[in-house]
């Protein structure tokens, strides 16, 4: 079965530029989540989307939003950038069945910022 | 605000040692919790995950969680130079809320 992908692996876009992730999860799985990885903050959670609908939402401001498509696949944008966007952002696909719960990575989108 | 707390490291141990690896959390409700290690320049990859008190194993890899203490630990046995990674942990609280992590414990195995 394939893995979670993620599209563009690597961006460098400008201060106030908008920009848009994409990803595609784990065959089945029906939740996203998409998380910030910074070397100062860690891994941040962004937002979760299930079944189109965002489910969960972290402490970002409203420049980060996403959705879902029925397919499942899911968008993530950065509006406005700010050179403190520049990090890793990852996009994870998970299955929850019979009270286990198991959640894979992508690969990331390295964003830098200028 | 949950919160989860990883000592950053790094943790340097030698080939063929016990690495230990702790991690407190502050959200009571948690059920499950999560390993997950990250090689330098790649994405976070599921190593194990454990539901109930007591020890786990895997291979070289043992989790240990104590709910009461809000403490979940991974060992790694017979560690390895390929082990070096940060690993970070993941406590999950209620059904349908997102897996959030610490920030990570840098592990170094020197041959």
């Known amino acids: 079965k394939a893995g979670v992908t993620q599209t563009p692996r690597y961006l460098i876009k400008t201060r106030g530029q908008q920009v848009t992730l994409s990803c595609s999860p784990i065959?089945?799985?029906?939740?996203v989540s998409w998380y910030q990885q910074t070397p100062g903050q860690g891994l941040q959670f962004l937002f979760e989307?299930?079944?189109?609908?965002?489910?969960n939402k972290g402490n970002f401001p409203g420049r980060f939003s996403g959705r879902q498509f029925s397919n499942s696949r899911s968008e993530m944008n950065v509006s406005t950038l700010e050179l403190g966007d520049s990090a890793l952002y990852l996009c994870?696909?998970?299955?929850?069945?019979?009270?286990?719960?198991?959640?894979?990575f992508g690969p990331g989108t390295r964003l830098t910022v200028t | 605000q949950k919160e989860v707390e990883q000592n950053s490291g790094p943790l340097s141990v030698p080939e063929g040692a016990i690495a230990s690896l702790n991690c407190t959390y502050s959200?009571?409700?948690?059920?499950?919790f999560f390993w997950y290690r990250q090689y330098s320049g790649k994405s976070p990859e599921l190593i194990m995950s454990?539901?109930?008190?007591g020890d786990k194993e895997d291979g070289r890899f043992t989790a240990q969680l104590n709910k009461a203490s809000q403490y979940v630990s991974l060992l790694i046995r017979d560690s390895q130079p390929s082990d070096s990674a940060t690993y970070l942990c993941?406590?999950?609280?209620?059904?349908?809320?997102?897996?959030?992590f610490g920030k990570g414990t840098t592990l170094s195995v020197s041959s």
């Open positions: 994870a696909s998970r299955v929850e069945t019979g009270g286990s719960y198991e959640q894979y």
């Open positions: 065959s089945g799985h029906r939740s």
């Open positions: 989307y299930f079944s189109e609908t965002q489910r």
């Open positions: 959200d009571r409700v948690s059920q499950s």
């Open positions: 454990i539901y109930s008190n």
């Open positions: 993941a406590p999950r609280g209620q059904a349908g809320t997102a897996l959030i």
